[in-house]
């Protein structure tokens, strides 16, 4: 049942390695969001796909390669992992514009030691 | 550009008291302006768009252009409304929301 769902829930690793988080919808949306939320609690977008094409790319180190395999998922890759990259990290999908409801999923405690 | 300002990190009220969260952007066009609402343990999800002109849980929130803001209201603040508010922005080409750094509301009993 379960909209937006993301893999792992949390994820602890040593700096220098590659990691991914997975995430699914299961709403039928055409677009699908990953957000970074720092320690002081501030959302910002990375990148944004529509229909498996890359829509937006916030000025994200080209250490994260975001992967859409089909529309329902949009997967993260992150490699040579830094301290900075220590966050939460959201994903979400709207049915097409960001401007439509957007529905996100529980998160991913990332913390790089 | 555009910017999302929430200038209050924590809000702490009592009980029945009335709340406003502020929220001040900057866009040179017309944007569309949301809040999004974090309860402790769930997932950040929509309260309301300033399209929709709607009441959701007792909250309102008006755009005013002139002062480039849009406040959330509620007259009455419940203990179960204590959560993050992020207020956000959308510009003409919908294709991001641009957050701003939340808001923390406690309602004390």
């Known amino acids: 049942d379960t909209a937006v769902s993301q893999t792992p829930k949390y994820l602890v690793t040593q700096m220098g390695n590659d990691k991914s988080i997975k995430c699914e919808q299961n709403?039928?949306?055409?677009?699908m969001y990953w957000y970074k939320q720092d320690s002081k609690k501030f959302l910002k977008i990375m990148f944004s796909y529509n229909n498996k094409e890359l829509i937006i790319n916030e000025t994200v180190p080209n250490r994260f390669s975001p992967k859409s395999p089909d529309k329902a998922h949009l997967n993260l890759h992150i490699n040579s992992l830094e301290l900075g990259d220590s966050a939460v990290y959201f994903c979400?999908?709207?049915?097409?514009?960001?401007?439509?409801?957007?529905?996100f999923g529980p998160g991913t405690r990332l913390t790089v030691l | 550009a555009q910017r999302v300002t929430q200038p209050e990190k924590l809000l702490s009220v009592f009980k029945g008291a009335p709340v406003e969260l502020k929220c001040n952007y900057s866009y040179s066009g017309s944007p569309e302006l949301f809040w999004y609402v974090q309860y402790s343990r769930q997932r950040l999800q929509l309260l309301l768009r300033?399209?929709s002109r709607e009441s959701i849980k007792g909250f309102t929130a008006d755009l005013n252009k002139g002062e480039t803001s849009f406040h959330l209201k509620k007259p009455f603040a419940q203990e179960e409304d204590s959560a993050m508010y992020y207020c956000?922005?959308?510009?003409?080409?919908?294709?991001?929301?641009?957050f701003g750094a939340g808001t923390i509301l406690r309602v004390k009993s």
């Open positions: 300033h399209i």
């Open positions: 979400a999908s709207s049915q097409d514009a960001a401007t439509d409801t957007q529905y």
């Open positions: 956000a922005l959308s510009g003409v080409d919908g294709n991001k929301l641009v």
């Open positions: 709403l039928g949306h055409d677009t």
